[in-house]
C-alpha cells in the first residue's frame, strides 16, 4: 500500500473548531467536507511561497506571509496572517493597469512556474481564486482565521 500524497487544506474558521478540525485530519481523517479547499501536493512552504507572489501582485512586498504555528496540539496547523489574508482578498479585485494583465492569472502563472508544484497554470489559477475568496469569507467579528492544516 502507498502511502497518501500529502495536501494541505485550507479553511475559515474560529481557533476551537480549527484546533478540532486539525486533530481529525492529524489522526488521519482525510475526508473532504467541502467547506475548505484541499490543495493536492502542496505544503505550508507552497502557500507562503504564494503569499509573497500575491504580495507582490497587489503592490504589498515585504508584508509578513510566514504562516504560523496555532498551538501545541498540531504542529500540522497554521494560521494565516492578517496581511496575507488581506492581501488575497484584495486579489480578486484588484485593477492592475492594462500591461499588466489580470492580477489572478498573473499571480497563478507564478506560483505554476515554482519549483515542484504539481499542476499547471490553469489548475492554479482555479486555487488562487478559490483561496482569495475564502480569505474575502473572513469574519473578524465572529472570531474567524484563514487557516492551513498541511500535512501528509
Known sequence: ??????????????????????????AGDTSDDGAGLRLPGVSDYEIEQLG????????????DYELTMVDVASDSLLAVPASMVRALAE????????EE???????????????????????????????AKLAADVDDSDHQELFVWAGT
Open 101 to 131: 494583465g489580470d492580477a489572478v492569472e498573473r499571480v497563478a502563472s507564478a506560483w505554476a512556474e515554482q519549483e515542484d508544484l504539481p499542476f499547471d497554470a490553469r489548475e492554479a489559477y482555479d486555487y488562487v481564486e478559490q483561496l
Open 1 to 26: 500500500m502507498s502511502a497518501p500524497s500529502p495536501f494541505a487544506e485550507v479553511f475559515v474558521s474560529t481557533h476551537a473548531d480549527a484546533l478540532a478540525r486539525a486533530a481529525r485530519l492529524d
Open 91 to 98: 486579489l480578486l479585485a484588484y485593477e492592475s493597469g492594462e
Open 52 to 63: 509573497s507572489l500575491v504580495g507582490a501582485a497587489v503592490h504589498a512586498p515585504g508584508g
